[in-house]
């Protein structure tokens, strides 16, 4: 390492290091000295009229420093500065530098305090880099998090949207169809069991949206248990006759995100049944032909209706957020309907979590 003294030399315009000297003014990085006791430059890189526009001979006092620092940082930076050069600590400081033109341009300035065998500040030397190019880079990273900050936040709206119609939105239309089919009041049991089901499906909306917290079930008929229990109820009370098909095992489970899609599925697909189709018998397919190949059928007999025409109205909503969801997680949806019959199947590719 080079000592003090050498260092220092190198700094002053009279050196007769010319080596080292000229090594100094030709990098990017400006060199300057400030006596701390005149608060005057001793030194300035002839870089720093490149930089900024200003001569080297404008560079008299910390003052004219302190005035080309862009107003909005000014005296943070001088206040910061002052206060750890009289502490005697060796520091940096970013702003933004007004140049010759008007303009300003981002610095950073290395600065190394020199003492005294007493510990008083003598002088300060350092050096000067434009980063003008890194903060713009900064900049640009910043938009784009917070783009995609924008965006994660309309997914999770879509998401909670998709999830109150094909949850909640069902079990209202569970309750509108008892209360309808039913003869005379509702007994009071009957409308606490219906306000608990609006609460489990508010909390299975909010879990839905937070997949670490959901745990995949053991195995199809685990999954499909409490779907079957609550439609099951619902069809009889109608007068639907309900066949659910379904293997007993996993061959390859879904993960929390395709478990969370295909409840959601099957959950708007037979509220769908309810509300349009009229059937009198809804089967339910829950297959795996394939180790990483899951596929669920609905069919019904009902009235049927003319699947591109609803969809090109825009009435379909609901097809919509199906066809959305199952391909969130890798799926493709397909319905095909005349009278007499209607077929739902999803097709989802599984991936292992």
């Known amino acids: 390492m080079l000592d003090t003294q050498p260092r220092l030399r190198t700094l002053e315009p009279d050196t007769d290091n010319g080596l080292y000297q000229t090594l100094l003014e030709s990098t990017l990085a400006i060199p300057f000295r400030i006596d701390w006791a005149s608060k005057k430059y001793t030194y300035v890189g002839p870089q720093i009229e490149a930089l900024l526009g200003w001569s080297q001979d404008s560079w008299q006092t910390v003052n004219d420093w302190a005035e080309r620092i862009h107003p909005d940082e000014r005296d943070t930076t001088v206040n910061r500065c002052v206060g750890l050069c009289l502490a005697g600590v060796d520091h940096e400081a970013e702003y933004r530098a007004l140049t010759s033109d008007g303009s300003f341009v981002w610095v950073r300035e290395v600065v190394h305090v020199l003492c005294d065998a007493q510990g008083e500040t003598t002088g300060l030397i350092g050096f000067t880099f434009d980063i003008t190019e890194q903060k713009k880079a900064e900049q640009l990273k910043a938009e784009l998090d917070a783009q995609k900050l924008s965006n994660a936040r309309l997914q999770e709206r879509l998401a909670l949207t998709h999830d109150l119609h094909d949850g909640l939105g069902g079990s209202l239309v569970h309750m509108i169809a008892a209360v309808e089919q039913g003869d005379g009041g509702l007994a009071r049991p009957q409308v606490l069991s219906m306000l608990k089901l609006i609460r489990d499906d508010l909390r299975q909306t909010i879990d839905?949206?937070?997949?670490?917290?959901?745990?995949?079930?053991?195995?199809?008929?685990?999954?499909?248990?409490?779907?079957?229990?609550?439609f099951t109820n619902l069809f009889d009370a109608l007068d639907i006759r309900c066949d659910w098909q379904f293997a007993p095992t996993w061959r390859t489970p879904p993960d929390a995100l395709q478990y969370l899609a295909m409840t959601r599925l099957v959950e708007e697909a037979l509220t769908n049944v309810i509300k349009h189709s009229q059937a009198r018998h809804v089967r339910l397919s829950f297959l795996q032909p394939e180790a990483d190949d899951l596929v669920l059928e609905i069919e019904d007999d009902g009235v049927g209706f003319d699947v591109a025409a609803v969809d090109a109205s825009g009435l379909g909503i609901g097809m919509r957020s199906m066809a959305v969801r199952i391909a969130r997680v890798g799926g493709v949806l397909g319905i095909d309907s005349e009278p007499g019959r209607t077929l739902l199947t999803a097709r989802l590719a599984l991936r292992q979590s």
């Not at 949206?209 to 229990?229: G, K």
């Open 208 to 230: 839905s949206n937070s997949s670490a917290q959901v745990r995949v079930p053991a195995s199809p008929q685990e999954w499909l248990a409490p779907l079957r229990h609550r």
